[in-house]
């Protein structure tokens, strides 16, 4: 399923408030933003659910993460074989919360491309956006790391590295999206996010946590 732009991408992460039924229930608020706003929303559902929510879900749907590995005799690793055959869309990347090594975020960004799968590569900085740019994925998401959860947006906080990090992609490969991450709470801050050059939004407890996690996606997608 392609990802159309500008988009909001919501990592659920690991949180309880994403599990089991809840998961589910995120799911249907996207589904329902979405398709009354016409929004273009991602999901990325805790790993365990990945087959189930991409089994049934009327949006992309991306795996939190994937090794780089090809299928085998492996334990407790995630293929991009198996997250294709569940029906996910694609994968992020190299998460602050779960870093790769260079050779690795290259393979599976590579092999994914093979695959018809997207990739979204993760980044904390300029310098780290551009090398990034270079190895092809579909998308490049900014996110300082000491911003992360604490609801102050590196659009606010830090501009000049989403400002900064978009150019450095564009020179190296125009076809690159740029996402801006950490922080996002509101459609101001989407809004602010889209002024700066990116083309959406990457985030996970500005919605996971709210009392109303569809009023919250409103509220972002009204920022587009």
């Known amino acids: 399923m392609a990802v159309k732009t500008p988009?909001?991408?919501?990592n659920v992460k690991a949180y309880e408030e994403s599990s089991g039924e809840r998961g589910l229930a995120l799911l249907k608020a996207c589904e329902e933003v979405s398709e009354e706003t016409g929004a273009s929303i991602v999901i990325s559902p805790q790993q365990v659910?990945?087959?189930?929510i991409a089994g049934q879900a009327k949006i992309p749907v991306f795996a939190q993460h994937v090794d780089a590995l090809e299928p085998g005799s492996r334990t407790g690793w995630v293929t991009l074989q198996s997250i294709k055959s569940v029906g996910a869309s694609g994968?992020?990347?190299?998460?602050?919360?779960?870093?790769?090594?260079?050779?690795?975020?290259?393979w599976i960004?590579?092999?994914?491309?093979?695959?018809?799968?997207?990739?979204c590569v993760c980044t904390n900085n300029v310098a780290v956006?551009?090398?990034?740019?270079?190895?092809?994925?579909?998308?490049?998401?900014?996110e300082p790391p000491e911003l992360i959860g604490t609801g102050i947006p590196v659009s606010k906080a830090d501009p000049d590295i989403v400002k900064?990090?978009?150019d450095s992609v564009m020179e190296v490969n125009d076809k690159v999206v740029v996402l801006c991450g950490a922080g996002i709470t509101t459609g101001e801050d989407v809004k602010a996010a889209i002024e700066l050059g990116s083309q959406g939004v990457l985030l996970a407890s500005g919605v996971?946590?709210?009392?109303?996690?569809?009023?919250?996606?409103?509220?972002?997608?009204s920022g587009l």
């Open 7 to 10: 988009v909001i991408m919501l």
């Open 49 to 52: 659910q990945l087959a189930q």
């Open 91 to 106: 994968t992020l990347v190299n998460h602050s919360e779960h870093r790769l090594k260079l050779a690795d975020i290259e």
């Open 109 to 119: 960004v590579s092999k994914a491309r093979e695959m018809g799968l997207q990739t």
């Open 129 to 142: 956006s551009k090398a990034a740019a270079a190895l092809s994925p579909d998308f490049v998401a900014v």
């Open 164 to 166: 900064n990090s978009v």
């Open 208 to 221: 996971v946590k709210a009392k109303d996690p569809k009023a919250a996606l409103l509220d972002l997608a």
